[in-house]
T-cell receptor
Framework: QQPVQSPQAVILREGEDAVINCSSSKALYSVHWYRQKHGEAPVFLMILLKGGEQKGHEKISASFNEKKQQSSLYLTASQLSYSGTYFCGTPTRTSSNTGKLIFGQGTTLQVKP | NAGVTQTPKFQVLKTGQSMTLQCAQDMNHNSMYWYRQDPGMGLRLIYYSASEGTTDKGEVPNGYNVSRLNKREFSLRLESAAPSQTSVYFC???????????FGDGTRLSIL
């Protein structure tokens, strides 16, 4: 079952912050985050595992709340290079054998000068 | 180090034609995936292969077949192409659970 991302689109000015949410109706074992620039392949950002671990990549960090079955991606002091579509992916099983990875519909982020 | 290589990059087909999309990875990954991407729909999983010799259906398998030829190669076949299969197709691979997926550059397929 596809995770739900919100918002669908965000427009920012350079230096502003943004939060992208990813929620699931099923219990989650882990959450994966990817970024895709226009016309390119998705690129891995980070994986969050059970335990509420917060991870970072450049000035992008994420949290994972397994009780609420959701993850949030935080983009701090956004740069033009952050523009793109962000996808969260969740495995279809809750065990360590994660099997298939199902992606949300994506959140398009546009950073303007 | 090429990573995940997809061929062809672009293709135009007529309705009813058949075609095989090729994917190969040189990272010794166990799992391989085929996704399609349509505007506003995100990445939808077509088929998946956990290891050589095994395949499993994803969210949208109808109209497609796959073959895991060996550990490196995972092909996607359209037996009788339909306009609804016009999309960008991505192949991906990863070493195992909770590891990053590496994507190919995609195949842009148009069916007239």
């Amino acid at each position: 079952q596809q995770p739900v991302q919100s918002p669908q689109a965000v427009i920012l000015r350079e230096g502003e912050d943004a939060v992208i949410n990813c929620s699931s109706s099923k219990a989650l074992y882990s959450v994966h985050w990817y970024r895709q620039k226009h016309g390119e392949a998705p690129v891995f950002l980070m994986i969050l595992l059970k335990g509420g671990e917060q991870k970072g990549h450049e000035k992008i960090s994420a949290s994972f709340n397994e009780k609420k079955q959701q993850s949030s991606l935080y983009l701090t002091a956004s740069q033009l290079s952050y523009s793109g579509t962000y996808f969260c992916g969740t495995p279809t099983r809750t065990s360590s054998n994660t099997g298939k990875l199902i992606f949300g519909q994506g959140t398009t982020l546009q950073v303007k000068p | 180090n090429a990573g995940v290589t997809q061929t062809p990059k672009f293709q135009v087909l007529k309705t009813g034609q058949s075609m095989t999309l090729q994917c190969a990875q040189d990272m010794n990954h166990n799992s391989m995936y085929w996704y399609r991407q349509d505007p506003g729909m995100g990445l939808r999983l077509i088929y998946y292969s956990a290891s050589e010799g095994t395949t499993d259906k994803g969210e949208v398998p109808n109209g497609y077949n796959v073959s895991r030829l060996n550990k490196r190669e995972f092909s996607l076949r359209l037996e009788s192409a339909a306009p609804s299969q016009t999309s960008v197709y991505f192949c991906a691979s990863r070493i195992g659970s909770d590891q990053p997926q590496h994507f190919g550059d995609g195949t842009r397929l148009s069916i007239l």
